[in-house]
Structures are given as C-alpha cells and as structure tokens.
C-alpha cells in the first residue's frame, strides 16, 4: 500500500507561499507612496512662447507635407482618369461596332 503522507498536500508551505506573496505586494505599494514623485515646475512665458513657436513651425510643415501629398495623389489620379477614359471609349466603340454588325446580320450582340 502507498503512505497516506506523500498523497497530503504540505498545507504549511502553501500558507507560507501566500503570506510571503501577500507582504511583497503590500511592500510594493507603501514603497510607491513613500517614493515622491518630482514636482511639476510651473511654465513661464517664455517656455510657453517657445512651445507656440514650435508648434506653428510643425503645423506649416505639416501644411507643406499634406500639399505635396494632395498635389501627388491629383496626378496620380488625373492621369489614372485619362487612361481609365480611353478605356471606357474603346470598349463602348467596339460594344456599338459589334451591336451594328450584330443587326446587320440579324444576331443580338450576345452571340445567341
């Protein structure tokens, strides 16, 4: 027959797992509350007048990126609309040829 010890859990190092896990967390959190965090120094005119020069300076040249961007992308896409037209004006001329041809010989365009 087998011991009956080994088959019990050890209650004792369970409990001790979980009280020693339970204090670090509790020391973790009076640590954070001892340690002061730095104090946020008020803005002067100054720094605030210097945040305001950058940012207008980031906002232009956003303007110019955006404008160089919207520039790109007009021809891009005028020249993809110009192609995209003859296209359309090929395939309807060979539709109405094949439409003039269709009736000349008495068949519907669909070849049936």
């Given at each position: 027959m087998s011991k009956s010890s080994l088959q019990r859990a050890d209650g004792c190092s369970v409990f001790f797992s979980?009280?020693?896990?339970?204090?670090?967390?509790?020391?973790f959190f009076i640590l954070r509350q001892c340690v002061?965090?730095?104090?946020?120094?008020?803005?002067?005119?100054?720094?605030a007048n210097e945040r305001k020069?950058?940012?207008?300076?980031?906002?232009?040249?956003e303007g110019n990126y955006t404008e160089r961007i919207d520039k790109?992308?007009?021809?891009?896409?005028?020249s993809l609309e110009s192609v995209m037209q003859k296209i359309v004006n090929e395939y309807s001329s060979h539709e109405a040829?094949?439409?003039?041809?269709a009736n000349k010989t008495g068949v519907e365009g669909n070849g049936k």
């Amino acid at each position: 027959m087998s011991k009956s010890s080994l088959q019990r859990a050890d209650g004792c190092s369970v409990f001790f797992s979980l009280l020693v896990a339970t204090v670090l967390v509790f020391a973790f959190f009076i640590l954070r509350q001892c340690v002061s965090d730095e104090e946020i120094s008020p803005v002067d005119s100054r720094t605030a007048n210097e945040r305001k020069h950058k940012v207008a300076e980031h906002l232009s040249e956003e303007g110019n990126y955006t404008e160089r961007i919207d520039k790109a992308h007009i021809e891009a896409n005028s020249s993809l609309e110009s192609v995209m037209q003859k296209i359309v004006n090929e395939y309807s001329s060979h539709e109405a040829l094949k439409s003039v041809e269709a009736n000349k010989t008495g068949v519907e365009g669909n070849g049936k």
